[in-house]
């Protein structure tokens, strides 16, 4: 199994350009995450799904959209990219129950610059 | 919204000392998660602790569930340089739905001195 994988690992945009990541996992997880990674504050929520076909915002969504088209991949995309959106993003996956429902897997992270 | 507090915020440490970690709210937490970070890779989870008071241990990590609901305590025993990293405490706070949404600490980085 590949776990969570995540395309691409590294982009650098220009102010106002859009680009969409993408989130995938091979393990049936029902649950999957999108979260942002920036010094010192820890891993912040930015969209969340439960399910295929639903997706819900998390504590800092704004500049951001996904979607859940299919159960094992999710997408995050922005519009229209902003300097304050360079950070490291990380998904991650859960079941929704039963053993190990909460521990979140992690994928290797899209490190993104926008200039 | 909720939030984790994690203390140290970093550790810089001899080879061979043991470390301890920990993560407090002002809230009660049904779940408590402890995840490593290397440098320049995803979160990995360390342990996973279910129920007030538990203890658990992973090799020479061990993690509690305190009592109160309200903390978690991470300790490394005699450290090694590939324990350099950051330390991130999570939780799953009571009432908050079906949708394993977690809530971090900031972490905790890790330096090791041969």
């Known amino acids: 199994n590949a776990g969570v994988t995540q395309t691409p690992k590294f982009r650098v945009l220009k102010t106002g350009q859009s680009m969409t990541l993408l989130c995938a996992q091979d393990m049936n997880h029902e649950y999957m995450y999108w979260y942002r990674q920036d010094p010192g504050m820890g891993l912040r929520l930015i969209h969340y799904?439960?399910?295929?076909?639903?997706?819900a915002k998390g504590e800092v969504p704004d500049g951001y959209n996904v979607s859940r088209l299919k159960k094992q991949n999710f997408l995050l995309g922005l519009e229209s990219a902003a300097p304050s959106q360079t950070s490291v993003y990380f998904c991650?996956?859960?079941?929704?129950?039963?053993?190990?429902?909460?521990?979140?897997?992690f994928g290797p992270g899209t490190r993104l610059t926008v200039l | 919204g909720q939030q984790l507090n994690q203390s140290p915020q970093s550790m810089f440490i001899q080879e061979g000392e043991d470390v301890s970690m920990n993560c407090t709210s002002s809230s009660i937490f049904n779940t408590w998660l402890w995840y490593k970070q290397d440098p320049g890779e995803g979160p990995v989870l360390l342990i996973a602790l279910y129920k007030a008071g538990e203890l658990t241990s992973n090799g020479r990590l061990t993690a509690q569930f305190g009592i109160t609901r309200k903390d978690s305590f991470l300790n490394i025993s005699a450290s090694i340089p590939s324990d350099v990293g950051i330390y991130f405490c999570a939780g799953r706070p009571n009432g908050s739905g079906n949708t394993g949404k977690l809530i971090f600490g900031q972490g905790t980085t890790l330096q090791v001195k041969p």
């Open positions: 991650a996956s859960t079941h929704s129950r039963g053993a190990g429902f909460n521990e979140q897997f």
């Open positions: 799904s439960v399910g295929e076909g639903t997706t």
